[in-house]
């Protein structure tokens, strides 16, 4: 039995690892770099050691912490070493038990031509291509010729869709092969390719398998991955949309020989390409190790994949025969990542200042490696979240998806959000018509011009705002608005906010009881307003609507109706700072009360020094000097309720003129 896990890998899949270990009572061991010291991963585990290599491929470094800790098994995760069969080796060699496959499954499947060579002696299907050691260019052209363009050229070591190049006619071939094995040995170590017959919309179906030491090997059933974006999963579900019964157990017969044949250990998956007219399908390659997307066979399943490495690891038999597992309900995961899908999908760094996950209710399950306050750097994946949803049946789990992406709210970077939630509601994919070439196909419909917040949407802003400057502890709308009334009878309040390169004006208004909101053109009546920071609720026309306003000075980031916007709010104050400047005075920019006098009358001081302090909308606001210059008269004592608009002290700039 194993006491102790170490688990070679961050984030998200550590946090995994360590959920299942603990319940099985198992003590875990967290390893980091420097960078991921506050890392949720390192705040769960029983324990936590910092690489000193600062590398988590630093193999040496890895097990002398699990000598140290004591531990007597590695968990590697995905990625890193996971596929790595030195380090399945080197932890053979310390007598620390490897949860994953043997070594020779690790070498053979880790290179894809030695992986078909080996499975072309069995009746296993493989894609059409050239997976042969000769690796001269007029020999893999002639190859090329022979199987037919278009063809696609793969890295042997290759992964995570890199090193792969689409070739569509003969006489590129000669310069993408180039390209290709450039690119190979620069991120694989390794120049060899293969070449596979290009199939056109295929779809992309793995089996999850699972072997013991007791040769026993057993199939849970596929996952449908084939909305990619460059050879990238996105979206993954199972079960997959339209596949026969016949099928499935062909394809999961199929995907128990090809682990046979390597003899395997643990859980693996055997990626296939499947033709979308004939539905013929091919071997791709099996990735040695837990996939990202495990979780979508755990909620079909209803079982524990880490819990079933641990046991297989500790010499048990699988816990469940073919015969037992069954399939129940459909699952969806989607891959939630800090990019920006409007710039090509560019990570976005930066520091979560919001993070708030749907509620997890019945059939949805959030796995992620970050919290709130945390940091996304350029040093990893920028992956969120998974967010993984189950129903029983698959329009029921996407709706649920929907929602539970719509609640989703996270501010500090840019997200992929919106994208998937316009993927997932796309009509073509609800119909789970799904080939690999899904996104390139639909870009122009889950990649639409960002537009600016609907009118109800500022409306809604605006009000937030209005009733965030009420005096404190009276969120609901009671009418009571110091100040408003100073300027003169009407009580109305002006709001503007700039989102990208626009302007939006707000005016919110009160007379003879009743509020009204003029935004975009139209005219709202509001009632029924409650604000409890960040969350707004109010009636707009009747309509009863919600959204969170998140403000720090004057940012805004609005969210409403599952999507999320960042304005400005133009600040009276510093607009009025210019102005200020040329009439000699500074006034009021708004109606509050004078705080603090900073300066004395006479005085010169610098551009930028503060000269007063103002008490508006529960915020202190301070004036500051617009430019060098000498303080004249203040015309208000702290304490004084000021109009907006009123002169506040006179001040006169410097002339800097020669
Ligand atoms: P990786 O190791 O990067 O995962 P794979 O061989 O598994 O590489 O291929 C990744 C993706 O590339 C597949 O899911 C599929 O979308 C596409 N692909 C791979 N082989 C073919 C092929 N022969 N024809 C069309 N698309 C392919
Ligand atoms: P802008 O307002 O200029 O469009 P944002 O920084 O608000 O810029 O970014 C909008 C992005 O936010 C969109 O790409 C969208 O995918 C993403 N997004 C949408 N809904 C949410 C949400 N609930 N939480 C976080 N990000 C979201
Ligand atoms: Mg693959």
Known sequence: MLRKILIANRGEIACRVIKSARAMGIATVAVHVAADAGALFVRQADEAWHLAGESYLDIDGILAVARASGADAIHPGYGFLSENPAFARACDAAGIVFIGPREAALA?????????????????????????????????????????????????????????????????????????????????????????????????????????????????????????????????????????????????????????????????????????????????????????????????????????????????????????????????????????????????????????????????????????????????????????????????????????????????????????????????????????????????????????????????????????????????????????????????RHWTYRWRDETHAVTVSRQNGACRIEAGGETFVVADAQWQAPRLTARLNSQRLAATVLARGAARTLFWQGERWTLTWDDPLVADAAHAQDSGHLRAPMPGRVVALCAEAGVRVKKGTALLIMEAMKMEHTLFAPADGQVGAYHFAPGAQVAEGMDLLDFEAQDDTP
């Open 108 to 492: 053979t499947m880790g290179s894809k031509s030695a992986a078909k060579t080996l499975l072309e002696q069995s009746a296993i299907p493989l894609v059409p291509g050239y997976h042969g050691d000769e690796q001269i260019p007029p020999r893999l052209a002639a190859e090329a010729d022979r199987i037919g363009y278009p063809v696609l050229i793969k890295a042997c070591s290759g992964g995570g869709g890199k090193g792969m190049r689409i070739v569509a006619r003969r006489e590129d071939f000669a310069a993408e092969l180039a390209a290709c094995q450039r690119e190979a040995a620069a991120s694989f170590g390794d120049e060899r390719v293969l070449i596979e017959k290009y199939l056109q919309a295929p779809r992309h179906i793995e089996i999850q398998v699972f072997a013991d030491s007791h040769g026993q090997c057993v199939y849970l059933f596929e996952r449908d991955c084939s909305v990619q974006r460059r050879h990238q999963k996105v979206v993954e579900e199972a079960p997959a949309p339209g596949l026969s019964a016949e099928m499935r157990r062909a394809m999961g017969e199929t995907a128990c020989a090809v682990a046979r044949a390597v003899d395997y250990l643990g859980a693996g998956t055997v990626e296939f390409i499947v033709d979308g007219d004939s539905g013929d399908y091919f071997f791709m390659e099996m990735n040695t190790r837990l996939q990202v997307e495990h979780p979508v066979t755990e909620m079909v399943t209803g079982l524990d994949l880490v819990a079933w490495q641990i046991r297989v690891a500790q010499g048990e038999p699988l816990p469940l025969t073919q015969a037992q597992l069954t399939l129940q309900g459909h699952a969806i995961e989607a891959r939630l990542y800090a990019e920006d899908p409007q710039a090509g999908f560019l990570p976005s760094c930066g520091t979560l200042t919001h993070w708030q996950p749907p509620a997890l209710t019945e059939g949805v399950r959030i796995d992620t490696g970050v919290s709130g306050g945390d940091t996304i750097t350029p040093l990893f994946d920028p992956m969120l979240a998974k967010l993984i949803v189950w129903g029983p049946t698959r329009d029921e789990a996407l709706a649920r998806m929907a929602q539970a992406l719509a609640a989703f709210q996270v501010d500090g970077v840019m997200t992929n959000f919106g994208f998937l939630h316009k993927l997932i509601t796309h009509p073509a994919f609800c119909n789970g018509i799904v080939d690999t070439g899904f996104i390139e196909r639909h870009q122009a419909a889950l990649l639409p011009p960002r537009l600016p917040p609907a009118p109800t949407a500022l409306a809604l802003l605006a009000l937030a705002d209005t009733l965030a400057a009420q005096p404190a502890g009276t969120g609901a709308w009671d009418g009571a608005l110091p100040g408003w009334r100073l300027g003169g009878a009407a009580a109305t």
